[in-house]
């Protein structure tokens, strides 16, 4: 199982929607995780960071479910501007220095 | 804020040409790293330093160089440009102390060999 896995999607859903991704994780030892968001040819930039049990910032919310080793993000209201990909991050852990990317779900909202 | 600088962002190469691209920090980061991101492959790690003097490999070294001799530069040197090298490359770093992932990524480097 690879250490993280998302739904390569595209996602397509209408402004106003909600949609929620999620992203699998092998490694029980993670304490934290991030989303990134990544726009067309551009760099991935950081979203959100989830510790615990979850963190909210306006329309957006992730969540952590430890028991079922896997984080969500849930996206309310969706814009034409939330269309991009999203990036799932474990840290560095256990003595690695290299944080783990998912390859990302791609969400495209459409008018 | 200058953050994470690469250059170039373009960069046109023959087979076999050898070229330097360029990453700088100011945050004072001793984490830093290279990234190559190609269509349905999502970020690959291929070399990494956690200080002045310390490198180490990632998951895609074949083919490329680096050095680490001030905390601020971290050169990916190409040694003899192949097709399979056309990709879009990213600069990353980050505080080993702190909050731990949260990486801050140059704006890409799109290399093309021909």
């Known amino acids: 199982r690879k250490e993280v896995e998302q739904d390569p999607g595209p996602f397509n859903v209408p402004e106003g929607a909600t949609v929620a991704f999620n992203c699998t994780y092998s490694?029980?030892?993670?304490?934290?995780f991030f989303w990134y968001r990544q726009d067309c040819r551009k760099e991935p930039k950081l979203l959100m960071s989830v510790y615990s049990s979850g963190n909210e910032d306006g329309r957006f919310t992730a969540q952590l479910n430890r028991a079922s080793q896997y984080i969500s993000l849930l996206i309310r209201d969706s814009k034409l501007s939330d269309s991009a990909t999203y990036l799932c991050?474990?840290?560095?852990?256990?003595?690695?220095?290299?944080?783990?990317f998912g390859r990302g779900t791609s969400l495209i909202v459409h008018p | 804020n200058a953050g994470v600088t690469q250059t170039p962002k373009f960069q046109v190469l023959k087979t076999g040409q050898s070229m330097t691209l360029q990453c700088a920090q100011d945050?004072?980061?001793?984490?830093m790293s290279w990234y190559r991101q190609d269509p349905g492959m999502g970020l690959r790690l291929i070399h990494y330093s956690v200080g002045a003097g310390i490198t180490d490999q990632g998951e895609v070294p074949n083919g490329y160089n680096v050095s680490r001799s001030t905390t601020e530069d971290f050169p990916l040197r190409l040694l003899s440009a192949a097709p399979s090298q056309t990709s879009v490359y990213f600069c990353a770093s980050s505080p080993l102390r702190g909050p731990t992932g949260e990486l801050f990524f140059g704006e890409g480097s799109r290399l093309t060999v021909l």
């Open positions: 991050v474990l840290p560095k852990s256990g003595g690695s220095y290299i944080p783990t």
């Open positions: 490694n029980s030892a993670s304490q934290s």
């Open positions: 945050m004072n980061h001793e984490y």
